[in-house]
């Protein structure tokens, strides 16, 4: 098993930064991917950034140029910079993470990213 616990969630005004960061213990050596999901009320759950353990990212195209994903292996924490925020980016994150690529079995339980208007 693979526990997640990630941090940094709050409120911010659009246009200014956060940053989040999940730790993940347990069975780490398993997990090959990990990122972020977000999902705000009344909309799906979307895929907001990944980063496999050689380093190749993916983004959601919401977030392209706003949003920075990075790894520390060692450390087994992932960490999602939030640039240019806007309202709609609004919405609980998740991180994930893989141990096949693409196949998100391990969910942290979330944090809230209030972004105001």
């Known amino acids: 098993q693979v526990q997640l616990v990630e941090s940094g969630g709050g409120l911010v005004q659009a246009g200014g930064s956060l940053r989040l960061s999940c730790a993940a213990s347990g069975s780490i050596l398993r997990i090959n991917e990990m990122g972020w999901f977000r999902q705000a009320p009344g909309k799906q759950r979307e895929l907001v950034a990944t980063?496999?353990?050689?380093?190749?990212?993916n983004y959601g195209d919401s977030v392209k140029g706003r949003f920075t994903i990075s790894r520390d292996n060692a450390a087994n924490t992932v960490n999602l910079l939030m640039n240019s925020l806007k309202p709609e980016d609004a919405a609980v994150y998740f991180c994930?993470?893989?141990?096949?690529?693409?196949?998100?079995?391990?969910w942290g339980q979330g944090t809230q990213v209030t972004v105001s208007s």
């Open positions: 980063i496999t353990t050689a380093g190749t990212t």
């Open positions: 994930v993470a893989a141990v096949l690529t693409g196949m998100y079995n391990y």
